[in-house]
């Protein structure tokens, strides 16, 4: 059952087993998995069922560090941030579960095999019907042969897109699932219940209560044996944090870590490749491809764990953004496609007509291509352009700091609670990864023949700072780090909170690290394994 | 092309016999080497400008982009702003001075990361040192 808080007169007090706090990727997933037990199950989400910007203002906030999107990197409603998803799945290597010696604050209380399972799962819910092949079978079926670079330096990296969802451009778990949450007799969803306090017993170990409000003032309570916070790699810190600011050392805080340890991917152009000749045959293998099974597929690189265990790295992924050759047969159709859309004659016709007509093979190639893609000839961008250059966009793990932290501004929100404040902090490791990843990549390609590259200036020595030239991925993560010690992390491998009897938190904020790759199937996967862990 | 004249030099002294076989020989012998070491204090190799050209073929097609490239990086290094000095290092790193050399001196150098960075474009150590070598060398037209 969906109800909205905003249209309801009151609602008194709601007893349920499980209250989830947040409807998006780990709430929903909770929700669906515990659909149809005999747990009752009551899932609060601060939005409605779409976008509205008086709700969206409430995740405003205060910058101190690197600035951060605070209302735009996050979206406020059914479905969460996932409402901007781009359906980008992988999961995280091996070794980001490690215990890395030379990288402080690094290791997971579990590993990756323990989530295989999960991981497996997850990928069900994100909406693939059929278990992923290995990454060899799936370059196999793409025709991918990757050129023969050095494994021990660097090497492919494979992602997989999700299927979208009917009416959607991507999976998504709004849509997807509304139904399920509609549907399953056990399963209520409050919409514009906005979090306003917990209630806690005598000692603070255990909530009793958590009580909500929509803008328009309705109210109400719920009483659970169990809570989970599900609201994001930022709220989740902040709810923890405005629950500590009442009983001090509660709520996963007795040793100040709520909220630190805050990372992010960082992503931006690293370096550019340019090539005498067309990059046609690299355009094959690194790229966005459509697989036979018509998913999308995108081949990238990632750095050697040897490599990072040997210089002290971080882990990190690039992607190729080719740019497409002005002077291609495919560029020139484009533009006189346009012109003739836009109802004017192109300048030169003759010498385009030309153009287009000596460069054929490529020409066909590429409609063909757009065609598969649902690109059409007259789109943007250089899908199926033959290209001699391509810019180097990396994706860099962040190293674990308790000084980028979240904590809570003074400023309050229109409900009365104090907002979030965001100290962000890239440090030099980061630089310095991206730096020998960088190196590794211009030297595997040169000595292959593919190209020359160019480092960008914040690589340089003298050049910019870091922060300036990469953005953000609103991948919010470590703010609430799991951890088997409460002097070192908010949660305990099973997501419990420390210290607390029945407080649990679902999603990146939990990761310890981050590694490079997007984190909705690792949040999805643990957001399962918890979902077994409630049912017990 | 030194070295190997005096090795000649030195076999034709010793086929003479006795003392002044012996004295001519080890006269012989630290002329030699005198002349070996004054051959690599000078310049060993005078390397043919073609196979400079060839080697550095796969990064530029201006030899006056090669010669700004090399005056960038005897500015970071230099240790290595004399043309013995930099015969020295590109004769250390072993393959030889004709162009198939250059060229497997240069894949080595990718092998093993021996890089250079220069205005962010990422150069082989030897293909730096050789343009270096243009820019010593006035070659730049």
Redesign the interface.
Known sequence: MIENLAELKSLGTIDADVCLIGGGAAGITIARQLAGSALRVCLVEGGSLKYETESQELFDGQNVGQPIALEGGRLRFLGGTTNHWGGRCAMLDAADFRARDWLPHSGWPLDRAELEPYYARARAVAGFTQEWQSDAQTLALLKVAPPDLNADLIRPYLWHYAPATKDAGVWNWRIAYRKVLEDAPNVRVLLNANFQSFTTDGPGRRVQALAVRSRNGVGATITARRFVLCSGGIENARLLLLGAADRPGAFGNAHDLVGRYFMQHSRGPAGLLVSAERLSRLQEQFNVLLGPDGLEYEVGLTLAPAVQAQQGLLNCSAVLQYQGDPESGVATAQEIWRGLLGGHWPPQMGEKVWRVASDLGAFARSVEQRLASGHSLAADGAQGVPSRSAVILVDLEQAPDPQSRISLADERDALGLRRVRTDWRLGERERRTAAAFMGLIASEFARLGIGRCRLEPWLQDGGPPMGDALGETYHYIGATRMAEDPREGVVDRNGAVHGMDNLFVAGSSVFPTGGHTNPTLTIVALALRLADHLSK | MAPVLKKRAVLGRLSRTGMGARRAFVGATLGGLAGLWLARRAAPWAPARPAVLRALA??F?DPHAMAEVGALYLAAHPAEADAAVLARALCAAGAGFDPSGLVRQI?GD??E?R?V?I????F?RTEARLCAWMHLEGNAP
């Open positions: 796969p990064a097609a894949a990718w092998r990361q890089t960075a205005l962010g474009w990422v082989a």
